[in-house]
């Protein structure tokens, strides 16, 4: 997070005041005001949270706090594509360990990281609501469903043509 | 003029399987005719025969299954344009011909009487079908008493897990004194598994936003608020076409249809956490904090959302209410046994040869419903046990599959309904790797405030992590029944209380097979990695190599038409090796 540290306030009042503007004074907001720091800067940038804490009346601590407590917030930048693979218990019965396995080997990455070329993220959920068609998994917003590991594999080979 | 509608399945289920390309085909073929109507509708329920598309003539409707690019093309020239209904892969018919009409003729759509026929973003679709009937009724002659009187009346108890009586909640929460008041959805949907609720909302939100605003009208509250979990995109999608248009025709909004009663509807994503589904975490979520489940009282029909009286709902129970209103509560406490009411939405994943959204009278036996609508377990296995309940349930065994499906007698076995997930497990399933997949859910899930929640579903964890491994010891059994109740009396919410369900059902029903572990070391399902190994029968190996070419870690090794043989220290046990041969020399012990 260090490279980006070096933005001028300038660049974070252009950026964030907008977003400030529409939270201040409203009660309960730190989920959607956080949803809109990590729209702006595609994931939640420490000296956003700073910044925009200075600015309205809840501590960057509670900020923070709540930033880490869901799985939605990520506090490091997230590849062009975020695989999220289903764990939930009719995936795991079909076999999801073992797409989970060959998709994590294949891409060189574990669960919770980004590809170097910085195209897949991988990540595991809890269930994607598409149980029938287990294992499943999810693409940007996408659902691909009866995978077996190389169709996975395939699959995830088509999004990195596409760029 | 005779009337043709093609109807498509684009439910996130049906575009998984892919109906995307499938409608876009369709869209293409059909550009000449703009008297057919191209409907986008829901899931009917029946996703393991999607995509589908279905031809409606005049009232007369067939349904087609696994419809593919190539496919679509001939239902189209054939039926849609010349007529003829075809043979194959027919899967629903009007005229009950077609294969799956037995198994919805076993049902009875309350919850579901909308999904799959209707366009979702057509306010106009849901009010033809009777939509918002009820909620003028309520607005315009019941008082809010009445409302809730009959909801109590017809025996609804929540969908959500505990199945509290629906209309005593609203009447509490009537009773409450307050200002302001608010009404929640709990569409967090969080139990892995289940996806009827997913189901409702992108199929017919309309029954979502009207059992609200009827809920609203009987407890006096203005606001609502949706709670929907952020992995349904589609189904927020939905509903804020939904409410948009409900504010537009004056059923949300202002003094809806002159009435004096107000209602306005917002939606809130959840971000994904499990323990935000219990109603004192999704309130802290609601109001912004982290979603930390507190002691009741008070409850939140006192003290809910920014302190004030609220009723929370999961979203099937709120999808009945609209039918209860124009129905009467007779006619829906006609279906049911005992104290168990009405129709029950079930998921039906796993190991089932028909997965997929089935409703059902409350009272059919499990057996019925997993062989007769769900068409049993596929490839000839053996049924071990279904899942109920999720993380806060349990599996039930073979000896109970004639076990009704109501609150009482399921609660009996150990497991519970929950949400209505039922997930099948057949002879190659380990039941200690689900029990510890269950304990890793919650173990990741538990927001770790109390001390046995956080800590003792650790400790089971690594104690099932032991067994699997084949390290296990006698003892290890009654270290977790003692845990297990420990953890129950410790925790303070429902996540932590039922988290040792999994463990000791399956201790209760399937204790030869923690036996065969510790005691044998052997895996009965040959599941566990360290209790299995790959073995080449050397007298059917042709060495063709296939293995050698798919194993990942290079495990195998052999000279082509020889005999090849398996690393067991390398190999890790994926089972590429074993798909891939050709002679099936290669099995698992
Ligand atoms: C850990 C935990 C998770 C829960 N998750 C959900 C959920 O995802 N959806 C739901 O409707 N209820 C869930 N519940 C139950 C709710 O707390 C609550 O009982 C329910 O929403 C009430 O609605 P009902 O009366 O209509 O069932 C959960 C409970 C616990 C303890
Ligand atoms: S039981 Fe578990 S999830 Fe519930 S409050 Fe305690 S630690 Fe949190
Ligand atoms: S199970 Fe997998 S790792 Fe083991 S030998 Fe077969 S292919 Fe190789
Ligand atoms: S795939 Fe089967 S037949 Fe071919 S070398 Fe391997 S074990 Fe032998
Ligand atoms: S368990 Fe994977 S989609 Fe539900």
């Known amino acids: 997070m260090s490279s980006t540290t070096t933005v001028s306030s300038n660049e974070l009042t252009q950026r964030l005041d907008p977003i400030v ?25 420490e000296e956003a949270v700073t910044y925009v804490s200075r600015k309205m009346d809840i501590s960057a601590s509670e900020m923070f706090g709540v930033a880490t407590f869901y799985a939605m917030f990520r506090l490091q930048p997230e590849g062009k594509y975020v695989i999220r693979i289903c764990r939930g218990t009719a995936c795991h019965v079909q076999g999801s360990a073992s797409v989970a396995e060959e998709v994590a080997r294949h891409l060189g990455i574990e669960e919770g990281e980004t590809t170097e070329d910085g195209i897949f993220t991988l990540q595991h959920v809890a269930c994607l609501g598409c149980c029938s068609l287990a294992p499943v998994m999810m693409v940007g917003d996408n659902v691909h469903g009866l995978l077996t590991p190389p169709k996975s594999i395939e699959i995830l080979e088509d999004y990195r043509k596409k760029g | 003029m005779s009337q043709t509608i093609v109807k498509i399945g684009m439910g996130s289920c049906g575009i998984a399987a892919g109906a995307r390309p499938v409608e876009a085909k369709l869209r293409t073929l059909l550009e000449g005719h703009p008297e057919i109507e191209i409907r986008k509708v829901g899931c009917i329920g029946l996703c393991f025969q999607e995509p589908l598309v279905e031809v409606e003539v005049d009232g007369k409707s067939t349904m087609y299954g696994h419809v593919t690019e190539e496919s679509v093309e001939d239902i189209v020239k054939k039926h849609v344009l010349g007529g003829n209904r075809l043979d194959q892969a027919l899967v629903l018919d009007s005229d009950g011909s077609g294969m799956e009409n037995p198994r919805m003729d076993k049902q009875v759509r309350i919850v579901l009487r909308n999904c799959g026929i209707i366009d979702p973003e057509k306010i106009d679709e849901y009010i033809e079908r009777e939509g918002y009937d009820a909620l003028k009724k309520v607005v315009s002659s019941m008082t809010s008493e009445q409302v809730y009187t009959e909801v109590l009346d017809s025996g609804l108890r929540g969908r959500g897990g505990a199945g509290f009586p629906t209309g005593l909640k609203w009447k509490f929460a009537n009773l409450s004194k307050g200002d302001e008041k608010y009404v929640v959805c709990n569409a967090d949907e969080g139990d892995p598994g289940a996806f009827m609720d997913r189901s409702v909302l992108e199929g017919d939100p309309h029954a979502i936003i009207e059992g609200m605003a009827i809920c609203g009208y009987a407890i006096g509250a203005s606001h609502g608020i949706i709670y929907c979990r952020a992995e349904y995109p589609l189904a927020i999608k939905n509903l804020n076409i939904a409410i948009e248009q409900a504010k537009e025709r004056g059923f949300l909004g202002e003094d809806i249809m002159g009435s004096g009663f ?26 912004g904090k982290r979603g930390m489940p507190r002691p009741r009282p008070p409850f939140p029909a006192q003290s809910g959302v920014f302190g004030k009286p609220t009723n929370i709902n999961n979203v099937e129970t709120y999808a009945n209410v609209a039918w209860i209103i124009r129905n009467g509560s007779k006619e829906f406490s006609k279906y049911g046994i005992g104290k168990s009411r009405g129709t029950k939405v079930f998921a039906l994943a796993g190991k089932i040869a028909k997965g997929g959204l089935v409703e059902v009278p409350m009272g059919m036996p499990i057996r019925e419903v997993i062989y007769d609508i769900g068409g049993g377990i596929p490839d000839d296995k053996e049924f071990k046990a279904v899942q109920m309940g999720g993380p806060s349930g349990g599996c039930i065994p073979k000896e109970l599959l004639d076990t009704p499906v109501d609150y009482e007698s399921i609660n009996a076995t150990g497991a519970i309904m929950g949400s209505g997930g039922m997930v099948v497990m057949d002879e190659d399933t380990c039941m200690i790797d689900v029990a510890r997949f269950f304990l890793s859910f919650v173990q990741n899930e538990s927001c770790g405030k109390c001390p046995f929640c956080r800590i003792g579903t650790k400790r089971m964890l690594e104690i099932l992590d032991r067994i699997t491994k084949g390290e296990g010891k006698e003892s290890d059994i009654d270290l977790l029944l003692e845990l297990c109740h420990q953890i129950k009396d410790g ?73 090849h043989v398996i690393d067991d220290s390398i190999c890790i046990r994926c089972g590429k090796c074993k798909v891939s041969c050709p002679v099936g020399a290669i099995s698992v012990e």
Do not use: W
């Not at chain 2, 959840?270 to 979520?285: N, Q, R, Y």
């Not at chain 2, 000791?504 to 360290?530: G, N, Q, W």
């Open chain 2, 262 to 287: 107000s209602f306005d509807l917002k939606i809130k994503e959840g971000a994904g956490a499990f323990v935000c589904g219990e109603e004192t975490a999704l309130i802290a979520s609601i109001e």
């Open chain 1, 21 to 45: 503007q529409r939270y201040q004074g409203k009660k309960g907001i730190t989920i959607p005001l956080l949803a809109d720091i990590q729209k702006e800067y595609g994931y939640v940038a």
């Open chain 2, 491 to 563: 925790s303070l919410c429902g996540l932590g209380q039922t988290a040792p369900n999994p463990v000791l059902t399956t201790i209760k029903y399937f204790k030869d097979e923690y036996m065969a572990h510790i005691v044998d070391h052997r895996c009965p399902a040959t599941v566990c990695p360290s209790l299995i190994h790959y073995i080449i029968d050397p007298e059917k190996c042709i060495g063709c190599t296939k293995c050698a070419k798919n194993c990942p870690v290079d495990a195998i090794s052999g000279e082509i038409k020889k005999p």
